[in-house]
């Protein structure tokens, strides 16, 4: 029997999942409670003419499969730049340039030119192992079905493949911190500061916490299994992702319907019946799925009392306290960087002048303050894409390293804080910047709760660790889409494979509830 | 526990510690969850006797307790215990299991409904972490209060006429798992007509304050009605009888397991009827939900063993001398003349009419010897006397 499914939050997930169960036929009503699909992949505008994308920035996981199958470029996908380089910035103006492995530009010892072209196919390698997976429901522990069986040998070919030798490696530094990794591997502080960022960009880890080398592998993943373009700008921002797949889901009949926040996920006889809406509809559907994030979905949706205690536990302790803001700024012309020309303004620019650096910027963040002196990963969109702001006029986006979730100091002056140093910070990088700044906008993790409905404010729904992924993502007992509750799947990053732009957690679970039925 | 220096005492004396050690004439003792507790006090034998044929008193103080309260109490409980806590009305006592996640029972126990929103839990474990643990999304209040409340045992025949006795007056007419309060020494004596023994019997609480008073007031008016302190001993015979189950002996509380096939569900602990399914969610009810469907993996028997010998901890095996269970409780049962056992059983094993034989190792003289034992799986109590449900309760 099919059901009507519904389908809470039009995150770039909910309508991937909406997307493919229309096209399989299903009944699906996706109920967005903003004005705007789009979730954490949404271009907003934080200053009259300015817009910009609101959360996620770079594009660099995006799932091919997921593009092709669903003919997101023909429904209007575009890239306004592909093959983004990225920029360590330095102070001084001795930037280093570098794409795939190469050092394009800037001046670096012999020893670490070959360090990084070795360096960079050896993670691109391990990488694949985690991006194998990430379209493969996890096998589920202690399951002892044959399919559970056959997924987690699969995992372990992925990883006997490699070889004797890389498997050793990827063993040995899967599970530990990318300082040491980065230390045995090069000499230059500015490309460790640059290469260690990229393991703890929206992570609450230092480049010295264990674990960081896992969150570098799984941001790479998306470039490993041939994301076409690596790190690309979407033409219109990450918003235009989630309208292609609001096309995607719309052209297969499902419906969506904005301004429609969900109050409670609904009951009958222990079995799903369907959501009642914060203005006091009650919508039936035998299935729902959220793409909500997992503490939010069963804690204040479901409720604790629908679910058994060991569950709620777990679910409560899934650690996802976000450490990243995100800054806005709208500026009144082209931030100059001491010499970098306009053309590399557009690329991804990171200030990270050491892995050190990064350590003491978390190690205040710790213990609830802001850094002192932030770490930052920043785009100039408008560079590539003239619709973002007015002619002559930019935006810039950055993410900012670190902001605790829950600061010592009220919000308010954390952020005006944490504002007035990043952009003290920029301004010695790019000298007159902050002249040029005619709106600005910090995110704060508790922010980013709010505005886009995430608990605990973390991109990824949840930090993207070795206990945390895979079938342990959200929580074991529940990685594979399928809720304890009869008809309630998940299908957010909060699952498998987690978050980063890619819509895997959303093609996954649909596929995860076509099967449910046929098993019914 | 609000006392903030009780790291600085090991073992507590209980409220009634000052009379049980001037009659614990054996002075034998050991430790129950952090208090002292008398093992025998005479004769373990005449203890028994006692329970049987007059009546005993049994310090239940140690017994882990709880006060759950708050407009969401009976969801709370009722999300906790697999039994539907709804049909234990205000004023009535119910026994109950609690299962983790995996339908593997945590702990017995009894629930008290006092009032509505007004609960108590009596436990053999600590589990007030466990009850924390699973406060998120209800409205309660949860306090163990094991240390504010003194409670005795009052089991046998003559239970009844001692109560009355001391001015309990009108409690013949408490019916089997009832509450009733009384006033005593200026202030309330709760009664409650239930026990670990299987025979009518009460259990008393009181404010610590004034445990001295109910304990020499029962002692004084129950001199002629064969009153005797009883220790864990003499009780432990009296449960075997009634089929009684207990944590750590019976059963593995699932917490404490670190090898999954150690625990065991209610259905493998024959408290399948506290089950119920028709509750919409409970913790543990959709893995018993699959083990009605696939089969349980064990099966709790009463065994009737041959001779006179307790098969204490023996393997019980099939006719062709495959081991198919184990023995976790058992003794020589004065009152039904039998020599009783607990079982846990492989299934499909344990169906009355199996052959079944208990391999008992025994020592006399220093010397061991051992016998196989044929064993007869018996269905209900051991021992379960008329007077346990009687209502109006009789004086004997």
Redesign the interface.
């Known amino acids: 029997m099919t059901e009507r499914v519904i389908v809470i939050g039009a995150g770039h997930n909910g309508l991937a999942c909406a997307a493919y169960l229309a096209k399989a036929g299903r009944e699906v009503l996706v109920l967005e409670a903003a004005d705007r699909v789009g979730g954490a992949a949404i271009t907003r505008e934080f200053a009259p003419g300015y817009r910009v994308s609101g959360c996620a920035h770079i594009c660099y996981q995006l799932d091919p499969g997921i593009v092709q199958e669903l003919g997101l470029a023909s429904l209007g996908l575009k890239t306004a730049q592909a093959n983004l380089r990225t920029v360590a910035l330095a102070a001084e103006g001795d930037h280093l340039v570098l794409h795939a492995g190469e050092l394009e530009a800037g001046a670096l010892p012999d020893r670490d030119r070959a360090a990084l072209r070795e360096y960079h196919s050896r993670m691109l390698r391990f990488a694949r192992v985690l991006g194998k997976q990430h379209n493969r429901r996890p096998p589920r522990i202690g399951g002892g079905g044959r399919s559970e069986l056959i997924g987690a040998a699969m995992l372990g070919l992925d990883i006997r493949r490699l070889g004797r030798a890389s498997m050793r490696e990827f063993l040995r530094i899967a599970g530990i911190n990318i300082f040491d990794v980065l230390e045995e591997t090069f000499d230059t502080p500015l490309l460790k500061g640059a290469l260690a960022f990229d393991a703890v960009l929206g992570a609450n880890l230092g480049p010295r916490s264990n674990n960081s080398v896992l969150t570098l592998l799984h941001r790479l993943s998306g470039q490993a299994t041939g994301v076409t373009g690596g790190l690309s700008l979407p033409e219109g921002g990450m918003g235009a992702v989630s309208e292609a797949l609001a096309a995607a889901a719309r052209a297969g009949g499902a419906m969506i319907r904005t301004g429609s926040a969900v109050a409670r996920i609904t009951l009958e006889a222990g079995r799903i019946s369907g959501v009642e809406l914060k203005s006091g509809e009650k919508l039936a559907a035998g299935i729902v799925i959220s793409n909500a994030d997992p503490a939010h979905t069963l804690l204040r949706l479901l409720g604790a009392r629908n679910l058994e205690t060991g569950f709620v536990h777990r679910i409560r302790h899934f650690r996802s306290k976000g450490m990243a803001a995100k800054l806005h700024l709208a500026l009144d012309g082209l931030p100059s960087f001491a010499r970098l020309s306009a053309e590399r303004a557009g690329a991804r620019l990171v200030i990270a002048p050491d892995p050190g650096y990064i350590e003491r910027a978390f190690d205040h963040a710790k213990y609830g303050e802001c850094s002192p002196h932030p770490a930052l990963e920043i785009t100039i969109p408008s560079i590539h894409d003239r619709s973002l702001a007015p002619p002559g006029q930019h935006v810039l986006s950055a993410i900012v390293q670190y902001a605790p979730f829950d600061p010592r100091a009220s919000s308010d002056s954390a952020r005006a804080g944490l504002l007035d140093r990043t952009l003290g910070l920029l301004e010695r990088y790019a000298p007159g910047l902050r002249r040029q700044v005619v709106a600005s906008e910090l995110l704060l993790p508790a922010d980013i709760e709010r505005e886009f409905r995430i608990t605990g404010g973390h991109w990824h729904h949840g930090e993207l660790a070795l206990d945390q992924l895979l079938m342990l993502r959200p929580v074991p007992g529940a990685a594979q889409y399928a809720m304890p509750v009869h008809g309630l799947y998940l299908c957010g990053a909060g699952c498998h494979p987690g978050g980063g732009v890619m819509g895997s957690a959303g093609r996954n679970s649909a596929r995860a509830v076509l099967a449910g039925e046929r098993a019914a | 526990m609000r006392h903030k220096e009780h790291f600085r005492t090991a073992v507590y004396p209980t409220p009634f510690h000052p009379r049980t050690s001037q009659l614990n004439t054996l002075n034998q003792w050991h430790k129950w969850k952090d208090y002292t507790t008398a093992d025998a006090f005479f004769d373990a034998a005449l203890e028994y006797a006692a329970i049987r044929n007059a009546c005993a008193v049994f310090d239940l103080s140690p017994m882990t307790k709880h006060r759950i309260t708050g407009p969401?109490a009976l969801?709370?409980l009722n999300?906790?215990i697999t039994r539907d806590v709804a049909k234990i009305k205000a004023g009535r006592v119910g026994y109950c299991v609690w299962c983790?996640?995996n339908g593997r029972v945590i702990d017995d126990g009894t629930v008290f409904h006092l009032q509505q929103g007004d609960y108590r839990l009596c436990s053999q474990e600590r589990q007030l972490d466990?009850l924390a643990?699973?406060v998120?999304?209800?409205d309660v209040s949860i306090v163990e209060d094991t240390h504010d409340v003194a409670a005795l045992a009052l089991q046998g025949p003559t239970s009844c006429a001692v109560l009355k006795a001391i001015g309990c007056r009108g409690v013949e007419r408490l019916t089997p798992f009832g509450i009733a309060y009384f006033p005593f020494a200026g202030t309330d004596l709760m009664v409650s007509r239930t026990g670990f023994t299987g025979d009518l019997g009460y259990e008393l609480w009181i404010e610590p304050a004034r445990a001295l008073e109910l304990w020499d007031a029962l002692f004084e008016k129950g001199a002629n009605h064969g009153i005797r302190p009883m220790g864990t001993h003499a009780l432990e015979v009296a449960r075997i009888e009634a089929g009684f189950i207990q944590a750590q002996v019976d059963f593995l509380p699932a917490d404490q397991a670190i090898m999954q096939d150690r625990s065991r569900s209610p259905f493998e602990l024959d408290l399948g009827r506290l089950v119920d399914f028709n509750k919409?969610?409970?913790?543990?009810?959709?893995a018993l939900l699959e083990e009605q469907k696939r089969g349980s993996r064990y099966r709790l028997v009463r065994l009737d063993v041959e001779g006179n010998k307790p098969a204490r901890s023996a393997y019980i095996y099939d006719s062709k001398r495959n081991v198919v269970g184990t023995v976790t409780s058992a003794e020589w049962s004065p009152s039904a003349k039998a020599n009783i056992a607990l079982a846990s059983m492989h299934m499909p094993w344990g169906l009355p009419g199996d052959e079944l034989w208990a391999e008992i190792y025994y020592q006399r003289e220093l010397k061991w010897s051992r016998v196989m034992s044929r064993c007869r799986v018996v269905e209900g109590a051991f021992f379960d006397p008329p007077r346990r449900r009687a209502t109006p309760a009789a004086d004997f």
């Open positions: 969401d969801p709370f999300r906790l983790d996640d466990w643990r699973s998120y999304g209800f919409p969610n409970f913790n543990g009810r959709r």
